[in-house]
């Protein structure tokens, strides 16, 4: 099927086709596992990557002001913790001449996203707020539907409209006509009461009623919840320096009635000798834990990191606070590498700023403190780059070594999190947990449920086919009778 068009695609594409299983179900997903629709819509949308060159658009092959208004960007996560892609519509305005650069812009921060975080499906968030009829564009409303109906399979959970101007109803009538019963039902619209059905207020700002104080400016490019520039590297939180003021603090409180200088001295040394036994204990406790959740291993060009997308923490009422990270360095020179947290005062990465050998491994314990609990919507991003064998390792050489070293020689890799919740003990949970069989994310939940929905789907047609057929054999059968009585009719009329 695809020789016979094989200069329509980008050889990219069809290698990551033929390597990509989850690419290839998201499609099938898309189309209710039709194979015939599935290949049509590869055909289509393969089609349209080589026609925007999508695997090469790049912020410098757009212009810089596309970025500076912030009409689009993600940020944020819904409360089933899918990522938000917003759409600032008051900040869009018709031109024709700018279309195809804006359209470019939505495929840039679509694909920037699926190669980002694998392909896990998107929220989209029109907000409408101070909006009106100059800023009505049904040609782009258009692609950007399409974009998610026709290019991008299973990658939309829901949109979520904010305050739709009532000027605005007759224009959104024409967009469900190109939806489809599917995406039609993903339509949520909204206004400032409701909109934290799907939203928490942490991700909404002021105007939608939420608390986020995030401010949108370019550069850098918003690169969801990591936006500090390299320039400025350096662990979020320095956990060595953290730790050692959480230990003075209770060890003032603790010993109050001895020399404040006394207890700062003893509990420096406490911690230097404990340091060592702890962090022992901490690596074979959490690796016992985390033996057979990291079924998985991200093999990047200078680290492979296991476990490959997710950490697993307990509730609080499972108490399972700590995981293992394991970088194992691939390449023939040291490479450092550093760990960022979107809630640095949840966590304590040790170490969170450091180098690995050649060929070598190393455990990194990622664990919370004080009375936190994991969430979803929590991020861990691993930054890696080669250095020169004549570079030290220490902390000095390591910060001017960040500051120094040029963003596309760094790997990037990141993690979510996952809370596994409590339960009570059934034969079902056993079993689970016998075999340490990681909970369902979400995402594979939705893919369940959306399977067993076309099916579903399937079985109501093919009853109503049924019940369609039945209906005419009926009128059929009385007919043929009729026809037959009246024949009866005529020839005993004729007889008499």
Known sequence: Y??????????????RLQ??????????????????????????????????????????????????????????????????????????????????????????????????????????????????ISHIDLDFVRFIVNCF????????????IFEMPWIMNAAFKIVKGWLGPDAISMLKFTNKND???????????????????????????????????????GPITSEDEHESKEEIDGDTKEAGELNEAQNLNQKKMNSIEQMSKSEETDKTEVKAKNAKKALTTFKG?????????????????????????????????????????????????????????????????????GGFAASLQDRFLIMAAEMDQSSGAGVPELTQFWKEVPR??????????????????????????????????????????THLLQINRRLEEQMNRCLWFQQLSVVLSLLSVTVAAFCFYLAYAQRS
């Open 2 to 15: 695809f020789l016979d068009k094989s200069d329509k695609y980008d050889s990219r594409d069809v290698e």
């Open 149 to 160: 109906t026709d290019y991008y399979p299973n990658f939309l959970t829901k949109i979520v």
């Open 301 to 369: 060009p200078l680290l492979h990191i296991s476990p490959a997308e997710e950490l697993y923490f307990g509730s609080k009422e499972t108490g399972e606070k700590k995981c293992l990270i394991v970088l194992t360095n691939v390449t023939k020179n040291v490479v450092a590498f550093k760990v960022r947290t979107t809630a640095p005062e949840k966590y304590r990465v040790k170490p969170s700023n450091s180098s690995c050998e050649p060929g070598s491994s190393l455990d990194i314990i990622v664990s919370l403190h």
């Open 408 to 449: 596309t020689k760094v790997m990037e890799h990141r993690l979510r999190c996952h809370v596994i919740e409590s339960s009570k003990p059934s034969s079902l949970t056993l079993k689970d947990n016998a075999f340490n069989i990681p909970a369902k994310t979400n995402e594979d939940l939705h893919i369940q449920l």
């Open 195 to 233: 909109v934290q059905e799907y939203i928490s207020g942490e991700y909404l700002p002021p105007h939608m009623g939420g608390t986020d104080s995030f401010k949108y400016s370019y550069p850098p490019l918003v690169d969801d919840d990591f936006q500090t520039p390299l320039c400025e590297n």
């Open 19 to 132: 390597q990509d299983d989850k690419w290839v179900d998201n499609y099938l997903i898309w189309r209710h596992d039709i194979v015939d629709d599935t290949l049509k819509m590869i055909d289509e949308s393969f089609q349209w990557r080589k026609e925007y060159t999508v695997n090469d658009l790049s912020e410098s092959v757009l212009p810089k002001w596309l970025f500076e208004i912030g009409a689009l960007f993600l940020h944020g996560y819904d409360k089933e913790g899918y990522k938000l892609f917003w759409f600032k519509v008051k900040h869009h305005t018709r031109d024709p001449k700018q279309q195809l650069d804006k359209k470019k812009l939505v495929a840039f921060w679509l694909e920037h996203y699926a190669k980002r975080d694998h392909g896990k499906p998107l929220t989209v968030v029109f907000d409408m707020a101070e909006t009106g």
